[in-house]
């Protein structure tokens, strides 16, 4: 049913690894290189992601710091944005940036964005299919070839069953790749309409709000890539 191993998943992912490895080398690189560029304006992130979410209408999003290098995000559950040590208190282009994306995304929220909800009703599927499509996966393997004919054919459902699990992965990041693109989106067009950047240096934000978007895209390229995998190494026992 399932063959050539560890080393053949290898070979078969390494364009995606590959991948990978450049978006997430591009994003740090690109971070870096704008952190030392202060805006004109002298505004911290803190203050941008404010002004942004001020400039939507949004009022009650609560904004707080939080500890690590790009560990900013947004909490639904709470209502709040989380900035790290390098985003919160920096007046750079790239802390600007980055702290207006995460604005982006409590605007989405807050405006009832489609895609945004969709991505948050699928979570709970995506979350089993992550942890229980691998088992199923291997367990369907063992199970087919456990020197059972009368096994195989449980053992092929549970192969199946476990692939369609894991697509679900796919779907989760099929999903949340429109959801960045507009957050980036929002946020750079609400940074020109409220003047906290330069045209130049909303040209390095957005340097960098696209390069944060291919670790995204890379992400979605190798679930797609281990779905492909596991689907051609699957061989129905005769």
Request: proline residues 3%; positive net charge; hydrophobic residues 45%.
């Amino acid at each position: 049913m399932f063959g050539y191993g560890y080393l053949g998943y290898l070979v078969f992912m390494l364009p995606a690894l590959v991948f990978g490895l450049v978006a997430q080398a591009m994003v740090k690189s690109r971070f870096n290189r704008f952190s030392k560029i202060a805006s004109r304006r002298g505004m911290t992130g803190a203050q941008a992601a404010q002004a942004v979410l001020n400039g939507g209408g949004v009022y009650n999003v609560k904004i707080g710091r939080v500890a690590g290098n790009l560990t900013d995000h947004y909490n639904p559950k709470n209502n709040s944005i989380s900035l790290s040590d390098s985003v919160y208190n920096s007046t750079s282009v790239a802390a600007i940036g980055v702290a207006a994306h995460e604005a982006g995304h409590a605007l989405q929220y807050a405006q009832d964005y489609s895609p945004i909800k969709l991505r948050m009703a699928i979570i709970p599927v995506c979350n089993l299919g992550s942890r229980i499509g691998p088992l199923l996966i291997v367990l369907g393997c063992i199970i087919s070839y456990g020197g059972m004919a009368a096994s195989a054919e449980l053992g092929t459902m549970m192969y199946l069953v476990g692939l369609v699990l894991f697509c679900t992965v796919a779907v989760f990041q099929l999903v949340t790749l429109p959801v960045e693109l507009n957050a980036s989106k929002r946020a750079l067009r609400a940074l020109e309409m409220g003047g906290t950047l330069d045209n130049d240096e909303l040209r390095g934000a957005k340097k960098v709000l696209t390069a944060a978007a291919l670790t995204y895209v890379a992400a979605l390229v190798t679930s797609i890539f281990q779905v492909f995998y596991y689907a051609s190494r699957f061989r129905p026992r005769d």
